[in-house]
């Protein structure tokens, strides 16, 4: 558990989960905040091309990143080039009044070439915005 720095109360940890289901790996990553539902929809809307990038950094360019918000749902999808290659990238993320979850499926190539200090930068990235 971690404290709240405004109201003192103290929030889970974040978390970083990443499952392989048939082709796509799907990466979850759970950042709870203490902000009002509205303020933390309007951060991740304004930071949504800064918290994306730091996971395509390097020789992976992006393109593409396109964003659509359905209530408190931001669904987004980009293309990724490397070497030559490029594979689409599709995801989700959902603001709460205590959360936001950001549901991302992986292509099993992009996997094996996305370091975890990669993840753990996106995982930042919310945590440093929101808290």
Do not use: Y
């Not at 709240?4 to 929030?11: D, H, I, K, Y």
């Not at 905040?33 to 933390?40: C, D, I, P, T």
Request: charged share 20%; aromatic share 4%.
């Amino acid at each position: 558990m971690l404290p709240s720095a405004s109201t003192g109360r103290r929030l889970p940890a974040t978390t970083i989960r990443i499952q392989a289901f048939g082709k796509l790996s799907k990466m979850r990553i759970t950042v709870s905040h203490n902000k009002s539902k509205v303020e933390a929809i309007r951060l991740v809307n304004d930071a949504a091309d800064q918290a994306l990038r730091p996971i395509l950094s390097g020789p992976i360019q992006m393109s593409d990143l396109q964003k659509r918000w359905s209530d408190s749902t931001m669904t987004f999808s980009l293309k990724v080039g490397f070497g030559g290659a490029q594979v689409p990238i599709k995801g989700s993320i959902l603001v709460t009044e205590r959360d936001v979850t950001i549901d991302c499926d992986l292509p099993p190539m992009l996997e094996s070439f996305l370091p975890d200090a990669a993840k753990a930068s996106v995982q930042a990235t919310f945590q440093k915005l929101l808290n």
